[in-house]
């Protein structure tokens, strides 16, 4: 993955300066994202920025709303992305199964 470079155009939401690919997909520049969209009180366990699956959160938005890829397969390419970002399997698990879970019940955009 080429690094990541944003522009923080409020809190919680992060512009694409500069384009990059992770898990066979390329975010264009412009692009614009939320980060992890983790409840504060689990901010402990995975803060919407800053972390090593930020860049993985970025590509699930793009997949999701520029690929128009369906939840379950951009959860599936979020698994890969939280894998080459070394997230340990424990926490990538969890986080996998919550975005499952948050789109199921309609709580993600």
Do not use: C
């Not at 690094?3 to 992770?22: D, G, I, K, S, T």
């Not at 975010?27 to 992890?36: E, I, L, R, T």
């Not at 340990?88 to 969890?94: D, E, G, N, T, V």
């Amino acid at each position: 993955m080429t690094q990541l470079v944003l522009a923080m155009m409020r809190p919680h939401r992060w512009r694409v300066v500069v384009p990059f690919e992770m898990a066979g997909i390329f975010v264009s520049a412009g692009f614009v994202s939320d980060g992890a969209s983790v409840p504060r009180w689990l901010w402990w366990f995975e803060p919407p920025a800053g972390s090593k699956a930020f860049a993985a959160a970025i590509v699930h938005d793009f997949a999701m709303r520029k690929r128009k890829m369906s939840p379950k397969d951009a959860a599936a390419v979020f698994d890969k992305a939280l894998t080459i970002a070394d997230v340990k399997p424990i926490k990538r698990r969890l986080m996998v199964l919550a975005v499952r879970y948050l789109y199921r019940f309609g709580r993600v955009n």
